[in-house]
């Protein structure tokens, strides 16, 4: 290995490039697995010091209903990837099996639950919009949603607040 | 495998900036290093940095954001004022780290 003197080197840490740089993550699905994509990446982009945006919408709705978002589960049902007999997945106790299963995975990479994840995510500065369709058909109001969520919006309100963003559906 | 100077001492560094010998940073250093990137040590940013060295030398990786808040007891909100932008990152650059590889 050769080595080469080299006057100061300081990283970039992209200060002026991360401001202005947004991103916006619309979680539709409310299972334990499909949950921590948009959470993860959320955690991730705000670490980088991008300006983040969550829209929950549908199902997504039980990542921040206070009486769901702690119990959310995961079934063998309809997912190959678990590459278990699917008629197993349809027995008695097997989607509380694979969700504890699954809990203890992700407790073990030393990653937080939901709710302890999205506070982690408001703390870093992240914004929690709920969708006001969602709100809606399920009769929600700001009281059944968690705390730190900013508001219930409509669809054009959070395309509004995200204009120049990149962004991902999950 | 790059030599630089960072202010009378010669450090080996990667192609960001990182210092890659664990044994060549001090605390002299940390403060020469922080004040590159724009900033001043206080009390608890020595809290978190020290926290960085002893946890890589016993786990042999760089703390997360999360790690460094649920183990050292800092709050993340705490940790986004005193390192603001990139926390972990800037972290480890100041405490002669590489990169943190974790995701959460």
Redesign the interface.
Known sequence: ???????????????SV?EGRKLAIICSKGTLDMAYPGL?LA??AL???VETHLFFTFWGFDMITKSRMGDLKFTMLGNTATHMPQGLGGMPGMTAMATHQMRKQIHD????DVPE?LA?IV???GHLWACRMSADMMHLDEADLYEAVEGIISAADFIEKTDGAQLLFI | MTVTTIGSAQVHVDAEGFLTEYDEWNEDLAGQLAAQIGITLTDAHWKAIRFLREDYQAMGETATLRRVSTQAGMPIKELFQLFPGKPAKKMAYIAGLPKPVGCV
């Open positions: 290995m050769t080595t080469q003197t080299a006057p100061s080197i300081v990283p970039d840490f992209g200060d991360s993860i955690n991730a670490g980088e010091g990479v030393g990653v937080p994840f982690q703390d870093s500065g």
